[in-house]
């Protein structure tokens, strides 16, 4: 759980960062449109919730920095007992302060005259603003046919003297560096991963449907009272597992088979994100064991590489050069040039509050960040696919594979499978 004392303090290290005569905005969002009268279930904007630990939608972060003084608005939604019998409570002032730590707290319909009041001279005790930061991530609705790329034209035209500066960016590089707190709900997250894998390990045979291992996989997730799925569940079985995110999970699973699964829990927004790859038959065979134990090796010896003061882009040459000498020692590819034609994919993304976590690619590996490792290997001619995706903390001096308990050995998963 993160406590209010750390949204305070994420909000201080952003005011830092901000000029003086300054207006930030960032909105909640709301929700997309599904058909008809009908939304998707609300996913609040990532990076406001970083700031605010706030999860309701049309709310609003507002920060005023000016003449050397601070002031921090929230402004949610007014209370209306007659759509809460439709759609469910919505937080008071007091419970949105205790969240947030902002003692600002308004309904919503003061907003857009708090605006004008900060870019109106003379009309309040803010002092002269001349910049306005706004989150400017693509396709975040704050209105029902209102993005904040939009909004931000609205502010040119009625304001032209002020500059418009997207804050999305600052945000995203606090958020590279994990609290503990943070590094907490990620371990819990694949805690629940695991849990349910094994569920699913218990419930593997031939005859099945890739949707049946799915279901298997998010029923026990969603068993965990706090937890929901980190993105939408992969499982591909055979030829299946050459798509890297196979959409449909339909297809039977075959007895001399290899099922791939992608997946992952998200507690309090947290996410973990896991790959693991199993024999259908409960044993691997020599071709799959081949496969299964180059990606295993890359897997291990690549999380051993992860460490601060180096790039992704290292660590997915590192992979990939690990990856091409084994193919072809074992005779899988002719030259190490093919490798791009059975491994087509990153080996590593930034995890956090989202499962691919915003994140500036030149900036060096630190303490503190949380990344995955995933080689694979892909042969359709054969039928296989194979990915082994882990989690990894980058430490003062190397690398924690938080998921290490998720079992990935050869001889452990055919020992679990032996006994269903």
């Known amino acids: 759980m993160i406590k209010v004392e750390e949204y305070v303090e994420r909000r201080e290290k952003l005011i830092e960062k901000l000029d003086d005569g300054s207006l930030t905005i960032i909105f909640a969002g709301v929700g997309k449109k599904r058909s008809a009268d009908e939304n998707f279930d609300f996913v609040v904007n990532r990076n406001f919730y970083y700031l605010t630990g706030i999860e309701q939608e049309n709310s609003i972060l507002m920060i005023v920095k000016a003449d050397g003084e601070v002031s921090t608005y929230?402004?949610?939604d007014e209370r209306d007992e007659k759509k809460e019998k439709w759609t469910g409570f919505r937080l008071t002032e007091d419970e949105a302060r205790e969240i947030s730590g902002i003692d600002n707290v308004c309904v919503r319909s003061a907003f857009e005259g708090k605006i004008m009041a900060a870019l109106s001279k003379g009309m309040t005790h803010f002092g002269e603003i001349n910049k306005i930061y706004l989150d400017l991530e693509k396709e975040l609705k704050i209105d029902e046919c209102k993005s904040t790329n939009e909004f931000k034209e609205e502010i040119r035209a009625k304001h032209p003297n002020v500059l418009v500066n997207d804050i999305h960016d600052t945000i995203m590089k606090f958020r590279m560096i994990k609290s503990p707190a943070e590094i907490e709900l990620i371990k819990d997250a694949i805690h629940t991963t695991d849990v349910a894998l094994r569920n699913v390990l218990s419930k593997l045979h031939a005859g099945r449907y890739e949707y049946n291992m799915r279901n298997i996989f998010e029923f026990t997730v969603k068993e965990d009272l706090n937890a929901t799925l980190a993105f939408h569940s992969i499982v591909a079985g055979g030829k299946n597992a050459t798509i890297l995110h196979y959409p449909t999970a339909q297809d039977l699973l075959k007895e001399n088979d290899l099922v791939l699964l992608d997946v992952g829990a998200c507690k309090d927004n947290y996410c973990a994100d896991i790959s693991r790859t199993y024999p259908i038959s409960g044993q691997f065979s020599d071709l799959q064991k081949k496969i299964y134990s180059i990606v295993l090796e890359c897997n291990k010896q690549t999380s051993k590489f992860i460490r601060p003061g180096i790039l992704l882009k290292e660590v997915q040459e590192f992979a990939l050069n690990f990856l091409a000498e084994e193919c072809v020692a074992q005779g899988l590819i002719p030259n190490k040039d093919r490798i791009r034609d059975v491994y087509y994919h990153s080996v590593s993304h930034h995890?956090?509050?989202?499962?691919?976590?915003?994140?500036?690619?030149?900036?060096?590996?630190?303490?503190?960040?949380?990344v995955t490792c995933e080689p694979g290997l892909y042969f359709k001619e054969y039928g296989i696919g194979v990915r082994i995706e882990d989690d990894v903390l980058v430490t003062p001096n190397g690398s924690d594979v938080l998921s290490k308990d998720i079992i990935k050995e050869i001889s452990e998963i055919e020992n679990i499978l032996r006994a269903r």
């Open 74 to 76: 929230l402004f949610i």
């Open 351 to 370: 995890l956090g509050l989202d499962t691919h976590d915003g994140v500036d690619r030149d900036s060096k590996l630190a303490p503190g960040m949380v």
